[in-house]
């Protein structure tokens, strides 16, 4: 059976890779990848934000199915991750970065080896975990003389400005390295999760790109409008008043020099995504590996004048999916629709595995053997109260606090509240129709055939109610499928 080496970032939007059409941004090793692999040109995360979307991918279920509906959430044990559907005593399993589902810092779910970089989640842990245990990022940087600058851990804003060759993912290179390098000869699943491009949008390659060369998204002047949802309009106009990691989000010129940091925090993954690969090469284990790139979900990234993610736009939903089998040398592109959970069903499928019968995606193995793409349905949710930072009482302070001046033009911070902690569900069609369906009433359809960059609402248009009202069945049967208990208005 082969090795596996799952390779995923954190807040990368699909269009992040030369490979995916970028003509500005440099990444030579994952375009090297990419053309030895699969690559999927519409991937769905299940929720556009860290826990949720990263419970997915480990598990193969939907976060209401396995509990993680906002981040911090941590993975009830019982809930199995894909090391533990594989043969027992078959793999040696690896977990290496950042976790975001509970105890941060040791092995669990299946990896007997692991290595952790954020210490910033302690108090998620379990009870009887030891709140003071550090990451093995932060014992490495010690051993290397660096101290902490102004607490007893290293914060994610302290890490984000030393030198390159003391970055997370720098370290996380060396780390899965020294894992591939010493396992060689016996099978092994590897996970390496980066940080980066992550927020704090900063970093060791902030000079790598002039922001003057870099183009702004095309829907970037297509900001958020009444007939979409009041919490996009009331993010995007925070984000002009309040900016983002200390940077002003003002000018054109201000969202400029954002991507171009964005950019430099993708290319630095890239480099040292290079270096992984190299230790596969090296050993002679390419042929005998599985590699798969992705990551947990999108960013604006200045698309509808909004930065990060928790928004429903296919910039937050659609990232990177690269799959390399053993000895590929083939480029194949995939245009028809899958999801996130199609993965686990996928790697049990090519590992020799056992998925448990409950999980909804479907494997994907035929299409990446030469079979016929998938012509089925994708659905994300978005579960509202306590999703990231969304909650409702986060939303109606930091929005007082932005606007202070007058919010008539919006809504009352009640009304903003409600728009953001109504939960919603979403089907993307292969026929390139997208509906959500929001709790609070709020919906969006968008013919993503003609309007891709989805400036235009078609919710409001008498003609296409019926349509609405048929992807809205899709929506409840697929609810009766998973066991998903939100309720939805009828259309």
């Known amino acids: 059976m082969p090795n596996l080496l799952f390779l995923y970032t954190d807040e990368q939007r699909a269009d992040t890779l030369g490979a995916y059409g970028n003509g500005v941004i440099q990444t030579p090793n994952l ?7 699969t690559l999927f040109e519409r991937t769905y995360v299940t929720q556009p934000v ?13 976060p209401h199915q396995n509990g993680c509906t906002a981040n911090n959430v941590p993975l009830p044990a019982e809930v199995p991750c894909l090391p533990e559907m594989l043969p027992p005593g078959r793999y040696a399993a690896a977990h290496h970065g950042k976790w ?6 040791w092995a669990q779910h299946g990896f007997d080896h692991w290595r952790a970089i954020e210490d910033g989640y302690a108090e998620y842990f379990s009870a009887g975990r030891d709140a003071d245990a550090r990451s093995s990022y932060h014992h490495w940087l010690i051993s290397r003389g660096m101290r902490p600058e102004k607490r007893d851990r290293f914060s994610r804003y302290e890490a984000a400005r030393f030198p390159e060759e003391l ?16 396992h060689r000869g016996r099978p092994w699943v590897l996970f390496v999760n980066f940080l980066q491009p992550h927020m704090p949008f900063f970093g060791p390659r902030d000079g790598q790109y002039d922001p003057a ?13 009444a007939d979409q949802p009041l919490k996009t309009r009331a993010f995007a106009r925070a984000y002009r008043e309040l900016g983002h990691s200390g940077l002003p989000l003002r000018t054109t010129d201000d969202w400029r020099r954002m991507i171009a940091n964005y950019y430099g925090l993708v290319s630095l993954v890239d480099t040292h995504v290079g270096r992984i690969l190299d230790a596969l090469d090296e050993t002679g284990q390419s042929d005998e590996t599985v590699v798969v790139y992705t990551s947990d979900h999108g960013d604006m990234m200045g698309s509808h004048r909004l930065l990060a993610k928790c928004v429903l736009f296919e910039e937050a939903l659609r990232v990177p999916l690269l799959v390399r089998l053993p000895g590929q040398r083939r480029a194949r592109r995939v245009a028809a629709p899958v999801g996130h959970v199609d993965l686990a ?22 299409v990446l053997e030469g079979g016929a793409e998938p012509a089925r349905d994708v659905f994300v949710e978005w579960n509202g109260t306590d999703s990231g930072i969304w909650d409702a009482a986060a939303a109606r302070g930091w929005l007082e606090k932005a606007l202070p001046q007058d919010l008539a033009d919006l809504g009352s911070p009640e009304q903003i509240a409600r728009s953001v902690q109504a939960p919603s569900r979403t089907v993307i069609t292969p026929d390139g129709w997208k509906l959500n369906v929001s709790a609070c009433g709020e ?9 891709g960059l989805e400036t235009r609402n078609l919710a409001a248009r008498p003609d296409q109610r019926p349509r609405m ?3 809205l069945g899709r929506i409840r049967q697929w609810q009766r499928r998973t066991g998903d208990d939100v309720k939805l208005p009828e259309l």
């Open 100 to 105: 975001h589902l509970g105890d941060e810092i």
């Open 167 to 182: 970055s997370k993912a720098a370290y996380l290179a060396e780390t899965a390295g020294e894992f591939i390098r010493s």
């Open 345 to 366: 069903p996928t790697l049990t499928d090519l590992l020799g595995g056992d998925a448990p019968a409950d999980l909804p995606g479907e494997s994907l193995r035929g």
């Open 213 to 225: 060369d870099i183009p702004l998204p095309a829907n970037f002047d297509d900001a958020p409008t």
């Open 443 to 451: 919906h969006e359809l968008y013919d993503l055939n003609a309007d």
């Open 50 to 62: 860290c826990t949720p979307s990263r419970s997915s991918l480990l598990t193969g279920l939907y």
């Open 469 to 471: 009202r048929e992807l």
């Open 31 to 37: 375009d090297r990848l990419a053309s030895q692999s």
